[in-house]
Every structure is written in structure tokens, then in C-alpha cells.
């Protein structure tokens, strides 16, 4: 896409349907609900710490990055392949499932960032999370955050505890 035809569409409706078709693409979280507890203002600070303490490893755009820490990938965060609910085989440090986004908290609080593992306050995490549920395409319903609500977000239906899909994936 060229420069002038971008700043010929900034604005317009069009641009407009283009971006948010392109958050719909990106939308991975499962689909029962389309908002999720999370305030704007979570998602706010969340994007500060995130430009700040994860952005180097896994890139400001959350695409992730090969070889960011001791030789491992920092896996993207953002876009349809994040957050599966198996690790992935290279993977060493995270050996948990993720189902719901509290699974998500409760390894990234204890390891992340790799550097420098549980160096934010709870607060600093969730805000972290619900950055990345934003940029998932989820929409705040202005609910926190929470360690209660994140239990209730599934990250993928396929994830969704008890699934029968769960156990064809790890046959993969
Ligand atoms: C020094 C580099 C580095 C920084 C900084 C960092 N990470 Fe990571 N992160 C990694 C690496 C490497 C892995 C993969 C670990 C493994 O192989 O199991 C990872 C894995 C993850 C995962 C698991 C993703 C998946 O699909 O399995 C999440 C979630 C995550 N990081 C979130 C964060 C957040 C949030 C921050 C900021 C608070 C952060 N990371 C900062 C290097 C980093």
C-alpha cells in the first residue's frame, strides 16, 4: 500500500472498515462474548508497561521476536498464532496450558519479563493483559480484570477446559 494512497484513505470510511476488519482477522479470543472485563484505562497503562518492559523481546507490535532471551524466542502476543494453549515444542520456560486468561497471568507473573521474572506489581500485569486482549480485538465492557474475571476469559475455544478439541491438538 503506497504512502499517498494511505494518506488519501486516513480518515475515511473506508480506512475505518479497514482497520477494524484487520482487528477482526486478528480476533483469536473465543467468540462467545465480544467484550471482555477489562477497563480502557487498564488497557492504557497496560500499553505503557508494555512498550517499557515486554516490546524489546516481543516487539512494540507484539509479533515477537527469535533469540531475545538466552537463545529463545519471544513468542508473539498479538495476531492469530498468540497464545496457544499448548507451549509450543522449543519452548522451555513455559510449560503450562493456556485456557483462560488467568492461565496467562499466572505465568507471566512468575516469569516475565525472562530478564528480570515478577519484577511488576499484580496490577502492572493485568494491565499488561488486557493491553493484549485490546490488541486481540476484544472490546472493554469496562468491567476489571481482574484474578476473578480473568478466569471466566477464554482465550481460544478450542481451550476451553474439558474440550475434546484440547485433546486432538496435543495428538498433533
Ligand atoms: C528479555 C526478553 C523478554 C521480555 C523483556 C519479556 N519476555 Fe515474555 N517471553 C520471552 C521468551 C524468551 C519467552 C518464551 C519462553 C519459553 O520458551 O517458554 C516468552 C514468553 C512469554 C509468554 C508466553 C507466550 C506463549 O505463546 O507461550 C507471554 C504471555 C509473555 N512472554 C509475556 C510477556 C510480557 C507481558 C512481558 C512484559 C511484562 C514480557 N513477556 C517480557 C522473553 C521476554
Same mark, same amino acid.
Given at each position: 500500500?503506497?504512502?499517498?494512497?494511505?494518506?488519501?484513505?486516513?480518515?475515511?470510511?473506508?480506512?475505518?472498515?479497514?482497520?477494524?476488519?484487520?482487528?477482526?482477522?486478528?480476533?483469536?479470543?473465543? =467468540?462467545?462474548?465480544? #467484550?471482555?472485563?477489562?477497563? *480502557?484505562?487498564?488497557?492504557?497503562?497496560? @500499553?505503557? !508497561?508494555? $512498550?517499557?518492559?515486554?516490546?524489546?523481546?516481543?516487539?512494540?507490535?507484539?509479533?515477537?521476536?527469535?533469540?531475545?532471551?538466552?537463545?529463545?524466542?519471544?513468542?508473539?502476543?498479538?495476531?492469530?498464532?498468540?497464545?496457544?494453549?499448548?507451549?509450543?515444542?522449543?519452548?522451555?520456560?513455559?510449560?503450562?496450558?493456556?485456557?483462560?486468561?488467568?492461565?496467562?497471568?499466572?505465568?507471566?507473573?512468575?516469569?516475565?519479563? =525472562?530478564?528480570?521474572? #515478577?519484577?511488576?506489581?499484580? *496490577?502492572?500485569?493485568?494491565?499488561?493483559? @488486557?493491553? !493484549?486482549? $485490546?490488541?486481540?480485538?476484544?472490546?472493554?465492557?469496562?468491567?476489571?480484570?481482574?484474578?476473578?474475571?480473568?478466569?471466566?476469559?477464554?482465550?481460544?475455544?478450542?481451550?476451553?477446559?474439558?474440550?475434546?478439541?484440547?485433546?486432538?491438538?496435543?495428538?498433533?
Amino acid at each position: 500500500m503506497s504512502g499517498a494512497f494511505e494518506e488519501h484513505h486516513r480518515g475515511s470510511t473506508w480506512w475505518r472498515c479497514a482497520r477494524w476488519l484487520t482487528a477482526v482477522g486478528f480476533f483469536i479470543f473465543a =467468540a462467545n462474548g465480544v #467484550a471482555h472485563s477489562f477497563t *480502557e484505562t487498564q488497557a492504557e497503562s497496560g @500499553a505503557r !508497561i508494555y $512498550q517499557h518492559q515486554c516490546g524489546r523481546c516481543h516487539k512494540p507490535n507484539g509479533e515477537g521476536k527469535d533469540d531475545s532471551y538466552r537463545g529463545l524466542r519471544a513468542p508473539e502476543l498479538i495476531g492469530g498464532t498468540a497464545l496457544p494453549c499448548r507451549p509450543r515444542a522449543l519452548q522451555k520456560i513455559r510449560t503450562s496450558d493456556f485456557r483462560t486468561v488467568k492461565d496467562v497471568y499466572e505465568f507471566v507473573s512468575a516469569t516475565m519479563p =525472562a530478564d528480570q521474572p #515478577a519484577s511488576l506489581s499484580a *496490577e502492572e500485569y493485568w494491565n499488561v493483559l @488486557a493491553f !493484549i486482549l $485490546q490488541r486481540n480485538g476484544t472490546t472493554a465492557d469496562n468491567k476489571r480484570l481482574t484474578a476473578t474475571t480473568s478466569r471466566e476469559i477464554t482465550l481460544r475455544s478450542e481451550c476451553a477446559p474439558g474440550s475434546a478439541a484440547v485433546a486432538h491438538e496435543a495428538q498433533l
